[in-house]
């Protein structure tokens, strides 16, 4: 058929109109890990050092909370683990004041300051837990609690004008106190590990270990890992958050032979043989507290401070609050927490 000059030209306008096949993306190779023999000194290895000053200038936070029932030694616990006088009952307590009918939740803030680096510790006290005739859901003020402090953090981080350093109310670590029966865990103990266990970092501790002879205190730790096992119940460290096979060795050696930890503590000093030591007097003679032959008090202070505070804090946040705040944003719609600043906005737009 014969194509007029129109027709043709037409045709070609269209040609040029057709788009080329689009070409495949070139994937990028994955970098190959080659050991590259430097020609010289470059500084990486400085980044530490930078972390330090700068950790060393603005300090951390650190908020711990003791629960258990009173006369366990929670106060003086803490106190002997940051060798200073941090309780709610060394902040002007009256030693009149009576057992609360509810459970409270009171908070206590110190700056403590060792080599040049500052932590602002908080410790959370909850008196009247486990004190009542009738103990039920004596756990939700604490829960409750738990949760207000990731909803304040939450709600200060999706403000517009959020500030630089937001300040850090969360609980990062919870010592749970385990009366020294010898005997196992009462329904309170096992009710309460099993609801907080979700929300925070429980580590739990037998208290007054003093109390029982090594025999007792050693079939009593084992009884008490079983009760935990068989309820289901996982305290820090969790097995799932190990990150690689050094974690897992060296905390699957802590979750089976060290928790819980057989405490005593102390904040008064004796004489022995010749050194100040914390302890307690008995009749037989002084329970050094810092001795591991008398008891597991330095294995807990290593593990809290010096080995695992900066992984506290880290399952806090990435775990325990990641969870509060996917769940707190799903059943929003996906939209952040009205804050006051944003519902102001808001209704200054409308």
């Known amino acids: 058929m014969f194509k007029g000059p129109v027709e043709s030209k037409n045709e070609a306008a269209m040609s040029e109109l057709v788009p080329e096949p689009r070409q495949k993306p070139v994937v990028p190779m994955k970098p190959v890990g080659i050991n590259a023999n430097l020609l010289g000194y470059i500084g990486i290895d400085t980044i530490i050092e930078q972390m330090r000053k700068k950790t060393m200038k603005t300090g951390f936070d650190f908020n711990i909370m003791v629960v258990g029932q009173s006369g366990l030694g929670k106060s003086t616990l803490v106190n002997t683990l940051f060798k200073s006088q941090v309780s709610r009952k060394s902040s002007g307590w009256n030693r009149e004041e009576k057992i609360p009918k509810t459970v409270e939740i009171k908070a206590i803030g110190h700056v403590i300051e060792e080599g040049g680096v500052k932590m602002k510790l908080t410790v959370i006290d909850t008196p009247g837990f486990g004190d009542q005739i009738n103990n039920e859901n004596c756990w939700?003020?604490?829960?409750?609690?738990?949760?207000?402090?990731?909803?304040?953090?939450?709600?200060?981080?999706?403000?517009?004008?959020?500030?630089?350093?937001?300040?850090?109310?969360?609980?990062?670590?919870?010592?749970?106190?385990?009366?020294?029966?010898?005997?196992?865990?009462?329904?309170?103990?096992?009710?309460?590990?099993?609801?907080?266990?979700?929300?925070?970092?429980?580590?739990?501790?037998?208290?007054?270990?003093?109390?029982?002879?090594?025999?007792?205190?050693?079939?009593?730790?084992?009884?008490?890992?079983?009760?935990?096992?068989?309820?289901?119940?996982?305290?820090?460290?969790?097995?799932?958050?190990?990150?690689?096979?050094?974690?897992?060795?060296?905390?699957?050696?802590?979750?089976?032979?060290?928790?819980?930890?057989?405490?005593?503590?102390?904040?008064?000093?004796?004489?022995?043989?010749?050194?100040?030591?914390?302890?307690?007097?008995?009749?037989?003679?002084?329970?050094?507290?810092?001795?591991?032959?008398?008891?597991?008090?330095?294995?807990?202070?290593?593990?809290?401070?010096?080995?695992?505070?900066?992984?506290?804090?880290?399952?806090?946040?990435?775990?325990?609050?990641?969870?509060?705040?996917?769940?707190?944003?799903?059943?929003?719609g996906g939209l952040p927490p009205m804050t006051v600043e944003t519902e102001e906005n808001h209704e200054s737009n409308l």
């Not at 709600?155 to 500030?163: G, M, P, Q, T």
């Open 140 to 332: 939700e003020p604490i829960e409750k609690y738990i949760n207000e402090q990731y909803e304040k953090f939450l709600k200060e981080e999706v403000n517009i004008a959020r500030k630089k350093r937001i300040p850090d109310t969360r609980v990062h670590c919870c010592l749970y106190f385990i009366s020294p029966t010898g005997h196992s865990l009462r329904p309170l103990d096992l009710e309460f590990m099993k609801h907080l266990s979700k929300v925070v970092n429980i580590i739990p501790v037998i208290a007054k270990a003093d109390t029982m002879t090594l025999e007792e205190k050693t079939e009593f730790k084992q009884r008490v890992r079983k009760e935990l096992e068989v309820n289901g119940i996982e305290f820090y460290p969790q097995k799932e958050f190990d990150e690689d096979l050094e974690d897992k060795t060296e905390n699957d050696k802590i979750r089976q032979e060290s928790m819980p930890f057989a405490v005593v503590g102390s904040d008064k000093e004796y004489q022995v043989n010749g050194k100040r030591v914390l302890g307690r007097k008995t009749p037989w003679g002084i329970i050094e507290v810092e001795n591991l032959t008398h008891c597991e008090f330095a294995l807990l202070r290593d593990f809290v401070i010096r080995t695992h505070l900066q992984d506290l804090k880290e399952v806090t946040h990435n775990i325990h609050y990641e969870t509060y705040r996917a769940k707190r944003l799903n059943d929003n």
